[in-house]
T-cell receptor, first 114, second 112 residues
Framework: NAGVTQTPKFQVLKTGQSMTLQCAQD?????MYWYRQDPGMGLRLIYY???????DKGEVPNGYNVSRLNKREFSLRLESAAPSQTSVYFC?????????????FGPGTRLTVL | AQSVTQPDIHITVSEGASLELRCNYS??????LFWYVQSPGQGLQLLLK??????LVQGIKGFEAEFKRSQSSFNLRKPSVHWNDAAEYFC??????????FGTGTRLTIIP
C-alpha cells in the first residue's frame, strides 16, 4: 500500500495563476482532509470530506475549493493564487465513524506563490 | 472552542538525555489525544494515541505519553534520546467528530 500520495511535491506559481493539488489514498478510508502548515502555526484545516460526495469548510477555507472525485481522491484547487497561500499543504485520511481514529498523512506539497 | 497548547517552541537536549515535551488542551470533555512527529521535508507520522483506559501509553521509537485529566495535559516523554529523534513534534486532540486540532509544534534539536 502506498498510503496517502500527493502530487506535485513542489510548485512555484505567479500571483493570479491557478492550480490543483492532487491527493489519493489506497486504504479505503472514508474521510479525507486538506491542511496547510505555516511556521509557528501548526497545521490548520482548510477543507475536509467525511465521505464521497460531501465536503465541509475547515478553519481557513478562503481562496480554496475542493473536489471529492471518488472515495480515493480529494483535490484542492487554488483559483487565483496569492502570496499568502505560500505554504506546505498536507492531505490526510482516516476511517470515518470512529472519531478516535488517527489520521494518516501524505508527504506534502510545498507551494510558493511569487 | 477547543485549543491545544505546546508551550515550548524549541527544545535542545543532549544525546542520551531524557526528554519531555508538553501539551495542554482546553475543553470540558476528555478528548482523544495524539502525538505526531515530522522529520524535515516529510509528512506527519503517528507516535502514539490515547483513547481511554490506562493513562500511560506507549508508542513507537521508545516514546510514551501520560494523560493527566486534572491538568488537561498529555506530555510526551522518552528516557534517552537519539540523534535521529531530532524533528518537530505535534500534539493533536479530537472530540469524536471528524476533525483534529493541532498544537503549533515543538522543534527538537539533539546535540552530541
Amino acid at each position: 500500500n502506498a498510503g496517502v500520495t500527493q502530487t506535485p511535491k513542489f510548485q512555484v506559481l505567479k500571483t493570479g495563476q491557478s492550480m490543483t493539488l492532487q491527493c489519493a489514498q489506497d486504504m479505503n478510508h472514508n474521510s479525507m482532509y486538506w491542511y496547510r502548515q505555516d511556521p509557528g502555526m501548526g497545521l490548520r484545516l482548510i477543507y475536509y470530506s467525511a465521505s464521497e460526495g460531501t465536503t465541509d469548510k475547515g478553519e481557513v477555507p478562503n481562496g480554496y475549493n475542493v473536489s471529492r472525485l471518488n472515495k480515493r481522491e480529494f483535490s484542492l484547487r487554488l483559483e487565483s493564487a496569492a502570496p499568502s497561500q505560500t505554504s506546505v499543504y498536507f492531505c490526510a485520511s482516516r476511517i470515518r465513524g470512529q472519531g478516535r481514529n488517527e489520521q494518516f498523512f501524505g508527504p506534502g506539497t510545498r507551494l510558493t506563490v511569487l | 472552542a477547543q485549543s491545544v497548547t505546546q508551550p515550548d517552541i524549541h527544545i535542545t537536549v543532549s544525546e542520551g538525555a531524557s526528554l519531555e515535551l508538553r501539551c495542554n488542551y482546553s475543553y470540558g470533555a476528555t478528548p482523544y489525544l495524539f502525538w505526531y512527529v515530522q522529520s524535515p521535508g516529510q509528512g506527519l507520522q503517528l507516535l502514539l494515541k490515547y483513547f481511554s483506559g490506562d493513562t500511560l501509553v506507549q508508542g513507537i521509537k521508545g516514546f510514551e505519553a501520560e494523560f493527566k485529566r486534572s491538568q488537561s495535559s498529555f506530555n510526551l516523554r522518552k528516557p534517552s534520546v537519539h540523534w535521529n529523534d531530532a524533528a518537530e513534534y505535534f500534539c493533536a486532540v479530537g472530540f469524536g467528530n471528524e476533525k483534529l486540532t493541532f498544537g503549533t509544534g515543538t522543534r527538537l534539536t539533539i546535540i552530541p
